[in-house]
């Protein structure tokens, strides 16, 4: 009698196709099935699919732990606390302006800086003495050789084609000395750029607050706060969020001294700044009395021709000018009088002339 051939067990074992008819006719399995059928069939497929994927590649399989591994992430490090990171729900420094401007009795009005007499239109010596070149300088905060060149005779406040003055880079970098270079020359801070921003704006844009130069900036006119630029933006608007806390605490420390109290009902509101009241383009900056020329001014202010050299050519032109004009005097005065002299002479011999002539016999002249 033979054997009957036994049945080749499938992939999936018995008692794991008994749980899976189970659970498709609706019924509930709460037991397992035995000798671990289900966790055999999962680990066999699972080493198979990554054999497969290994030698896909031309790498040997290589059997690896199940659990999860998670990958290192990098652990960036906290920024440094700043004084204002504990008070992020500080009160924009403008709008603590206004109500601190509202209780001591002043207006909180804006004006647009390109409608007064803030905005003006550089003069052809101002654009002669901008150059990227100065303004490099200012960047490097190189006050000695900012200082030379400006004391050869360029404007005292340099501006390009966009009205940006040499004053908004000094203010937006928040440099003292630099400011005290521009103010040793007479420069004037109240003015604005085509976008209608002030030195005030870049000086409350600045990477760090700068309180000394907007001290300065506020001597020349403390309704510079009140001025907005071309996007409706007063100057406190540009400060940066981590900076709110130093400047309400400058303008809480100085109140006292720019904002006196004062009383409407007694001295009435509080009327417009000064140069609101004037028309753009009004306000013309001088020349200093000791500037170059304006072709000498651009090639100072590009760096193509040092003080020394712009001053010498100056002394030279102005010796050979005093040498051509003590010429010309000379050479006149002495052709003069040569001239003279020989009308004179002319003069003596005609009348000697005449008196011979006068003196001969009278011939009469014969048809």
Known sequence: ?????????????????????????????????????????????????????????????????????????????????????????????????????????????????????????????????????????????????????????????????????????????????????????????????????TPLHDACWAAEPAFGVVEEILKFDIRMFHMIDARGHCPLNYVRKEHYGDWIAFIEQNADRYWPKRSVAKDGEQGPPELALMKPHSRIVDNPKDALPDEMACMVAAGKLSPQEARMLIEDNEATEAMSNDGSEDYSDDDDSEYDSEDDDWDEEDEELLDVLGGLPQIAIRE
């Open 1 to 197: 009698m033979s054997a009957q051939p036994q049945n080749k067990q499938g992939r999936i074992p018995v008692a794991l196709q008994a749980v899976f008819l189970a659970s498709n006719r609706g019924k509930e399995v709460h037991k397992p099935p035995p000798e671990k059928a289900a966790n055999k069939v999962f680990f066999r497929n699972w080493l198979f699919q990554k054999a497969s994927t290994s030698f896909s590649r031309g790498k040997k399989s290589q059997i690896v732990q199940t659990a999860d591994v998670k990958a290192p992430t990098e652990t960036k490090k906290r920024p440094a606390l700043r004084k204002t990171d504990s008070t992020d729900n500080l009160m924009n420094p403008q709008a603590y302006m206004d109500a601190m401007l509202r209780y001591r009795g002043y207006s909180t009005k804006r004006y647009h800086t390109l409608q007064s007499g803030y905005y003006n239109k550089p003069s052809p010596h101002q654009r002669a003495s901008y150059n990227i070149h100065l303004i490099g300088l200012i960047r490097r905060r190189d006050v000695e050789n900012f200082q030379e060149l400006m004391r050869a005779g360029l404007s005292s406040n340099p501006c390009n084609q966009y009205s940006e003055s040499v004053a908004h880079t000094v203010c937006r970098h928040g440099s003292k000395p630099m400011m005290d270079v521009l103010l040793e020359r007479g420069c004037d801070f109240r003015t604005a750029d085509d976008y209608g921003r």
